[in-house]
């Protein structure tokens, strides 16, 4: 009966969504002459930029590894990641001027931030896609898994927009102090760089981060046409649902409170 | 059955949140044996055990000094807030004009924001398309559809938010001092579709400094003073004593 409601009240509010995705879509690409074409091309760039970096400044080599690729699905899936969840936090307080006025479930805010970066993400992938077939990356049946792996991804980031905005609620320190968390995230996640080349003790530390999870998914797939190892696949979607599940409770929780720190 | 029931609902205000958030006065706070007494002074009881039934097709008028917890009460009604203590019930679907173009962007067009503002009110998609016409023409703005809201005037878009909130029969309808919004021929326009609402049988909340319109509209009237309820009762009564103890004055009298 409760979750039949929650169903209900969900499919409502699921035409306020695409509005509040589509308005961000038209907002963000107003006056830009390229617009939504800055979703493929600011990825593709953004490689490029540190491929350059990398490989000619630092003389930065993988032996055997389809470099572009490698990095491109760390940067976009990473990206994705670090976008969805820092527009989730901040989602709800930005949004106190409309909370005080009418009802809508609140949940509603982080997310739709999750989902607009979401397609956003997905465009990100036409790009991906380009590179791989650019450098002869071998395509093959797994790709049907990825959505799998986007799926994880996508449930991690909400169960992890949701705490953050709730904190941030009561603590609006968590804007500053969640941006350091992010560079350091970045780095931790073997974006760029391979885990191998990490002391054995930090290599088995790395493991328990759930991105550098998701991106090994992605990269099984893209670059070595392999079928992930069913460790993998446990270990994603377990940290996926438990992520989800924190960040609901956390949320529903301490939502009726929100109103008093507007 | 009590289209709205409120069973001495209770709803409290931390006014020392904003102060307890810097990081200084945390710490202060912190070493501080003060601490206990200090709260208890920032509290605020916006609304002091309220109870009041409305039945189905009551018009029912708020009235009390600026501060007394109206609004508050409306937000309590509404569900934008839940009550600290007591409870509160609604059979029924709830219109709520408490602010108007609540979720309104600016960098959105008149067209695009009759969608977005209609979601946010809970349309469905099909609906707002229906009426969508409707909107329009009631909001006189056609030739405006495509222009930025931005560049509207304040009367403009108070006009298309109203129609916008207006356009569903809702079984009951909360407003919060919105009937002097736009022009001369707007009032008398959202007047009447007021009023017409309430002949459709709809269950009305209606909060105004205009005693008069109060007067005239509503079939009761609560009187709110510092969240407690002074007096509840009919709408001429309770409207002349508060005019009474306002003023210093009696109503018929300062129509002379």
Known sequence: MALKNILLNFKKYTFLMTQMISR????????????????????????????????????????????????????????????????????????????????????????????????????????????????????????????????????????????LSTISVFLRDMFYIYSILLTIWQYFTPIFYDISMLPMYLQKLFKFNPLYQYVTFARTILLDAKTPSAMTFLWCGLSAVIMFIIGCIVFKRKQDKFIYYA | ????????????????????????????????????????????????????????????????SNGAGKSTLLKVVSGVMKPTKGKVEVNGVISPMIELGAGFDSELTARENIFLNGAVLGYSKSFIEEKFDEIVKFSELKDFLFFFIKNFSSGMTAKLAFSISTVVNPEVLIVDEILSVGDIKFQEKSKNKMLEMIKGGTTVLYVSHSIEAIRDLCTKVIWIEHGEMVMIGDAKKVCDKYYEKQMGKKFEDSKK
């Not at chain 2, 904003?18 to 007494?37: C, G, L, R, T, V």
Request: hydrophobic share 55%; charged share 15%; glycine share 6%.
């Open chain 2, 1 to 64: 059955m009590a289209i709205i029931r409120l069973d001495s609902v209770s709803m409290r205000f931390n006014l020392g949140i904003e102060k307890d958030y810097s990081f200084k006065q945390a710490f202060i706070n912190f070493f501080s044996f003060k601490k206990k007494k200090k709260k208890k002074k920032d509290e605020f009881w916006a609304l002091k055990d309220i109870s009041f039934k409305v039945e189905k097709g009551e018009v029912v008028g708020l009235i009390g």
């Open chain 1, 24 to 163: 961000d879509f038209k907002v963000k690409y107003k006056r830009s002459v390229l617009g939504v074409l800055w979703s493929l091309l600011q990825p593709l760039l953004m490689m490029f930029v540190m491929a350059l970096v990398f490989s000619q400044m630092f003389k930065f080599r993988m032996e055997g590894v389809n470099y572009l690729v490698y990095l491109m699905t760390g940067l976009v899936m990473f990206n994705y990641f670090s976008e969805a969840s820092n527009n989730a936090m901040t989602s709800v307080v930005f949004n106190f001027q409309l909370m005080t006025k009418v009802y809508i479930p609140k949940y509603i805010f982080p997310l739709s931030k999750c989902l607009f970066v979401g397609i956003n993400f997905l465009l990100s992938l036409i790009p991906l896609f380009l590179i791989v077939v650019i450098t002869g990356a071998p395509i093959s049946w797994n790709y049907l898994l990825l959505p799998y792996v986007f799926i994880c991804m996508f449930l991690f980031t909400v169960g992890i927009g949701f705490v």
